[in-house]
């Protein structure tokens, strides 16, 4: 290379660097750390990016790892905004000092109260912002629905052999779990947990999708899970999918009492964002109609603002049901004692 073509190179390469941190410093930057699964969730984030003019850079993970590195780098975290998906890991998070406080007069109009975290008179420490129902789903040839048509009845000896679920220590199952402690007390929901670990079909495995497709191929006769989860496999044209929702049905549990239990994903202003003002826009645009209704025709969830129009013809199906209207953040509060009761009773 001559000497000359060198100095091209560096006068190109520095022109581009320019240009770089130009860029950088007009183009407003959100960080973000997320724990959401879903694919469908892109047009949700671009969509934010088109109406402010910030761009989102994105770390997805899972929210064990999540909250790891939010831990590991502590004040020098880059992360403004964190997502997580259930209750109990808001809750957890909340905790141990990871969030900071937001208060929004749009959030408070917006957000039902008992979907929101710890509010010390300076904001919330987080935000629902969709939420899904933990519902049964049971096999139509071999049970009959008013044998599973609430919580307690998956502990009834009736059902015995018949139960399959993902993990009892999986954060969904423990926020259900947190909410039957809520409702019945200690004892009660010690005696149901042994019930439902006495009546398994098979020791728990797998997703919740596993247990639909378990339930429709006839290893377990009622399951549990979560709406979306369910919703996907209604929305799917594969001939595989279509095969198993013809075997089952679904119930939304305890309609006659205190309503099925609702879990939420949610999202928080991280404690050392550095980017505050861009969070907190994001977690606004979160709660507007339009990002309300991608979260329920994109992921099949359920908005938490109240009369936001949706149109998804899997959860039209399931119908309208009585949700549960316990403050979501004393089920994850729950959670150690019920770890404890499932780590005494066996349920895995
Ligand atoms: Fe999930």
Known sequence: MSVRSIFANTALACAALATAFTASAQTPVLNLYSARHYQT???LYANFTQATGIRINRVDTDDAGLLARLRSEGASSPADVVLLVDAARLTAAEAEGLFQPVKSSVLEARIPAQLRGKDDGKGSQWFGFSTRARVIVFNKAGVKREDVDTYEELA??????????RSGSHPYNLSLFGSMYEHLGAEKTEAWLKGVADNMARAPKGGDTDQIKAVASGECAVALTNTYYLARLLRSDKPEDKAVVEKIEVVFPNQQSWGAHVNIAGGALARHAKNREAGIKFLEYLATDSAQAYFANGNNEYPVVP?????????????????ELIPISVVGLNSTRVQQILDRVGYK
Do not use: H, Q, Y
């Open 156 to 165: 009834d000896p009736k059902n015995k052999g018949r139960v399959c679920t």
């Open 307 to 323: 009369g936001v129009k949706i149109a998804n013809p899997a959860l039209d199906s399931m119908g309208a049901f009585k949700a």
């Open 41 to 43: 969730d892109e047009a």
